[in-house]
């Protein structure tokens, strides 16, 4: 059951969610700085929007960073952990949801990196909360075959590839990370 204009409040400076009944009025939002709300809407896929760092890209309702890789490869699992670890658990492996976030990769990523995309319960699905499917239509010729496990974004042919789940580590020399923001 979906209830309607609830409302929370994130305190910036502590980790604790305050579930509010109402809308605040503009008097008390100004006497606690630091504070974000959102409503109903901004929640309904159950994503929590976050803060964009200042050196992260943010392109429609996600953020995006690029870092060096510490190894020469790496699989799925060490990736998306050091996502996790480096930026906090809000931070994954990156997807995308429509063709301007599509569009980063094939603009600005010139070599391979994993996509928050697995294989689970006979088929490959998104990660993270997300209900889009744009991403389906992005596949390599060929791609996903039937044993395949997890997705990543080869650069080579601009489009998705997927590898079984008992790969060996994929050689990469950097790591996207992504954050959901929220609609801008």
Do not use: H
């Not at 700085?33 to 992260?56: E, K, M």
């Not at 510490?70 to 670890?85: G, Q």
């Not at 930026?87 to 980063?104: R, S, V």
């Not at 744009?134 to 042919?157: I, L, M, T, V």
């Amino acid at each position: 059951m979906r209830v309607p204009n609830l409302y929370f409040d994130f305190q910036t400076s502590a980790s604790s969610c305050v579930l509010l009944t109402e809308v605040p009025s503009a008097s008390s939002l100004t006497s606690f700085p630091g504070t974000l709300i959102y409503s109903d809407s901004d929640l309904l896929d159950g994503r929590v929007p976050q803060q964009c760092p200042s050196t992260w890209t943010r392109i429609g309702n996600v953020c995006y960073t690029t870092d060096t890789a510490s190894t020469s490869s790496a699989l799925w699992e060490e990736d998306s952990s050091y996502c996790s670890s480096a930026y906090g658990p809000a931070a994954t492996l990156p997807t995308f949801e429509t063709e301007e976030q599509w569009g980063y990769f094939v603009s600005n990523i010139s070599v391979r990196v994993w996509f928050n995309i697995r294989y689970i319960d006979g088929a490959f699905q998104m990660l993270g909360g997300s209900k889009s499917t744009f991403w389906s239509s992005k596949w390599e010729d060929g791609q996903p075959g039937s044993a395949d496990g997890f997705a990543f974004f080869n650069a080579r042919s601009g489009a998705m590839r997927a590898v079984p789940l008992d790969v060996s580590p994929m050689p990469r020399p950097e790591v996207v990370c992504m954050m959901y923001a929220g609609e801008p």
